[in-house]
């Protein structure tokens, strides 16, 4: 896999995903066997959904960058978020908050982190 690959994939499921959390945050919970609060809990989701559309146009504009400072330093924030995503999630999942859908974002979270983790540390020049 190349980076450009992995900046596209990183768009397309932040994109997806942010638009199901913006959009419809209770019908996307639900898939998982989570509920929220009533108003709170869809307010912090659609927030979520937010940020996922943030990090989908920066991963969609940050494909076409050459090597620099400003693409290593988003590799480097993918890589956190991925990263911490990925506890969040397994601990979530270990403690029964969602269903085994969940282990669905447990794995993107951890080879998305793998992934911008390899370009960032691993691979010269990215």
Do not use: C, H
């Amino acid at each position: 896999m190349n980076l450009k690959l992995l900046f596209i994939i990183n768009a397309v499921l932040a994109l997806l995903f942010g638009l199901a959390f913006v959009l419809i945050p209770e019908d996307t919970l639900a898939q998982y066997g989570a509920k929220l609060m009533p108003k709170a809990g869809i307010y912090v989701a659609r927030l979520f959904g937010a940020t996922l559309l943030g990090i989908a146009v920066i991963s969609w504009f940050a494909q076409s960058l050459g090597a620099s400072d400003i693409r290593s330093s988003i590799i480097l924030g993918f890589f956190v978020v991925d990263v911490v995503g990925f506890v969040v999630s397994l601990l979530a999942q270990l403690d029964g908050v969602v269903n085994n859908l969940g282990w669905t974002t447990v794995a993107i979270y951890l080879l998305l982190g793998l992934g911008f983790g390899y370009f960032r540390f691993m691979k010269a020049g990215a």
